[in-house]
């Protein structure tokens, strides 16, 4: 019995530690291929790093991480996956919002502690914050398109 119980700390011992550091792994990767491409100017219906326009940033980015099946626009990209309740985002959900009055017209790639990475008209890549006022405002939807084929890409 004694050994039933030591294994079975050992193990929750073993899997409380591995998820924390395969989620921060997963992190870093996503930090890593957003920082290469922070402060590329924008462009209209850019998919390089020569220059994105935002939904062309998305595919560029989640190309990285084998989610290759998007569709070009952010109007587009914001029907496909899974609807994500704001207060449920994970790394790697894609954010939407309406900037022009009428439509999903924006897109960013959520990167945890209410962070997002996208590509602005005015300043090209950057990481912004869904609680400034702008993006609050407009906050209309988010997906998860993200599969564990996908998580266990950014950790490689």
């Known amino acids: 019995m ?8 050992g193990a929750a011992v073993l899997f409380t530690t591995v998820a924390p550091s395969t989620f921060a792994a997963r992190e870093a990767r996503m930090e890593n291929e957003v920082n290469q ?7 209209w219906g850019g998919t390089t790093a020569s220059g994105f326009d935002c939904s062309g940033f998305i595919l560029y980015i989640m190309g990285k991480f084998n989610v290759d099946n998007l569709p070009r626009t952010s109007e587009t990209q914001a029907k496909e996956g899974i609807a994500v309740a704001k207060e449920d ?3 790697g959900d894609l954010v939407f919002f309406n900037t022009i009055g009428n439509k999903i017209s924006h897109a960013g790639i959520y990167l945890g502690d209410n962070q997002f990475a996208h590509s602005s008209s005015s300043k090209g890549v950057r990481i912004s914050k869904l609680s400034e006022t702008y993006y609050k405002d407009r906050y ?5 398109v993200v599969d564990e084929k996908s998580y266990l890409k950014m950790i490689e």
């Open 140 to 144: 209309v939807t988010a997906r998860r």
């Open 37 to 43: 491409v922070v402060g590329t100017p924008y462009l």
């Open 2 to 9: 004694k050994k039933f119980i030591i294994s079975l700390l």
């Open 89 to 91: 985002l994970q790394l």
